[in-house]
């Protein structure tokens, strides 16, 4: 089965503690992304990687860190520096098809840090 | 940085009766896509639209683009529950790094 999968669904960690979320997709897809949602609010975008090595901040990128060294991966590390770390995580991948770029995303990880 | 404002941000309706959900932009877009995000489930894509003044069908399901490409419109016919859900515009910015909107949740009444 292709798709994306993120692990933990569910995170509990301790205020203070750096916490990295999984994020694996076998689609061959090349860009893959990573959002943040709060009750209430639309995704907000964190970082995104269009290739291999390569990624860039979005809206809310400080306090959280990300790496590309492979093709399928795309982690997403929560610092201690993130003020409000308590939210729903999403990771999404892309590919193109026609004009634009259609988003598949994982199930989630709901992170609670107290 | 460019946004796009969706209303209503809630809407309840009796099973049955109809549902439209806004998408407005301040600039032309390029293209807009349309998601629905089930509760406690992840977003997942249902179409994309690119053509000035474009309509587009899925059962009960009518995706409209404005002409000036800067508004779009999702619209229920007879909404059941299992329209239940939350549904999201999503505009594409800089190369492939997409906006989305705040949502729409819509709740159905049986």
């Known amino acids: 089965d292709g798709g994306i999968t993120q692990s933990p669904k569910y995170l509990f960690r301790k205020e203070g503690q750096n916490v990295t979320l999984s994020c694996e997709q076998n689609?061959?897809?090349?860009?893959m992304y990573w959002y943040r949602q709060d009750p209430g609010q639309g995704l907000r975008l964190i970082y995104y990687s269009q290739i291999v090595n390569d990624f860039q901040k979005g809206d809310i990128a400080e306090g959280y860190s990300v790496s590309r060294e492979k093709k399928e991966s795309f982690p997403l590390t929560v610092t201690s520096a993130q003020k409000n770390p308590t939210a729903f995580y999403l990771c999404a991948s892309s590919s193109k098809r026609e004009v634009t770029y259609e988003q598949y995303f994982g199930p989630g990880t709901r992170l609670t840090v107290t | 940085g460019q946004q796009v404002m969706q209303i209503p941000q809630y809407q309840h309706v009796q099973e049955g009766e109809d549902f439209t959900t806004y998408c407005n932009s301040s600039t032309t877009l390029s293209n807009i896509q349309w998601y629905k995000q089930r509760p406690g489930g992840h977003p997942v894509f249902l179409i994309q639209l690119v053509k000035s003044g474009e309509v587009k069908k899925q059962k009960r399901l009518t995706f409209q683009f404005g002409e000036a490409k800067k508004n779009s419109s999702l619209h229920i016919t007879a909404t059941q529950t299992t329209d239940v859900g939350t549904y999201f515009c999503a505009i594409n910015l800089r190369g492939n790094q997409f906006y989305f909107g705040t949502g729409t949740s819509l709740t159905v009444i049986p």
């Open positions: 689609l061959n897809h090349d860009a």
